[in-house]
């Protein structure tokens, strides 16, 4: 039933009869900086799809924000879960779901790694901080794991996953936390030898020349994939020159939200009134062809009738 509402199901979709893991690394394959748009439930998903994103990101830091909590592990993995699964019952495209450091230690890692593949997702994304971690934007404090931990825990994920073909991404926040470029190529070599599927590469700088300097000596030796926040002007051109195979798009969607809905309270408030905003709002139409109502209304029809 669930599948049956979801766009992709009717339109052929992106994973097509591929798993999702397997839609997942064809897309990596292509070597093109293929865009990855970061969501945080189901409706931001169906929206992302819907303007045609071939693969989401199921963002931490948005999933958080939208319970209301903030980006260091202060939601519980329920809720994580239950976004993750509206999310990825939401659409027919692979979906890499952010796992932040795996919570704890290589069994905790794996048992989230477990959960997110049952739910259909096409993997985790798993970065090389310490428990609990903080957003890679707020403040210096960015304690990394050591490197053999942490590749403990990449290789317990990979080993627990079920179907061959799931992501398991390793990311170093190595330049987060203020190492050299160096560093960062060694602890993405040795977490791809632990068995990571791609290395993100994680970079807080104003310019994408740091990331640069990483992609040139990493030399398109394992997928790489980048978030590219604050070098958020670098043009994709230059990624696909850099050999990056997935930009993700981490949180611009959600900050559009936001933007979007503080300035529709603000004047809703402001009038004591809705009669201003209703011509810049989304219609009830609209959100009904988002939920394919129109899928309910066929079903009745085909099946409401042979019940007596
Ligand atoms: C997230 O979206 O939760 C990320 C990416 O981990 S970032 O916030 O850019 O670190
Ligand atoms: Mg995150």
Not at 2 to 21: F, L, N, V
Not at 84 to 91: C, N
Not at 222 to 242: M, N
């Amino acid at each position: 039933m669930t599948i049956d509402q979801r766009p992709g199901k009717q339109d052929g979709g992106a994973t097509g009869h591929r798993s999702p893991g397997a839609a997942l690394r064809a897309l990596l394959a292509e070597a093109n900086a293929a865009p990855i748009m970061g969501v945080h439930d189901g409706l931001s998903a169906r929206i992302a799809l819907a303007e045609g994103f071939q693969a989401l990101w199921a963002s931490g830091l948005c999933m958080s924000t939208v319970l209301g909590v903030r980006d260091s592990d202060e939601a519980s993995w329920s809720q994580l879960l239950a976004l993750v699964e509206s999310i990825v019952s939401s659409v027919d495209v692979p979906v890499l779901v952010d796992a932040d450091t795996g919570y704890g230690n290589f069994n905790t890692a794996r048992r989230f790694a477990c959960k997110v593949e049952g739910l259909g997702g096409a993997g985790i994304c798993l970065e090389d901080k310490q428990f609990p971690k903080m957003n890679s934007f707020v403040g210096d404090g960015h304690a990394l794991a050591p490197v053999g931990e942490f590749s403990g825990k990449i290789r317990a994920c990979k080993d627990a996953q079920i179907g061959s073909d799931f992501v398991v991404v390793a990311r170093t926040e190595a330049l987060i936390a203020g190492h050299s470029v160096s560093e960062a190529l060694a602890r993405a070599e040795a977490y791809r030898e632990a068995g990571a599927d791609a290395i993100f590469i994680h970079s807080r700088q104003r310019t994408v020349d740091e990331i640069a300097e990483f992609a040139v000596e990493w030399a398109g030796r394992h997928p790489l994939v980048i978030a590219p926040t604050t070098y958020y002007d670098t043009p994709i051109a230059r990624f696909r020159e850099l050999g990056i195979d997935g930009v993700i798009w981490a949180n611009q969607g959600l900050r559009a939200a936001v933007t979007a809905m503080h300035a529709a309270y603000a004047e809703m408030w402001r009038d004591r009134g809705v009669t201003g905003i209703e011509p810049r709002i989304a219609t009830l139409k609209q959100i009904f062809s988002l939920l394919r109502y129109d899928e309910l209304e066929a079903a009745e029809q085909r099946y409401a009738g042979l019940i007596s």
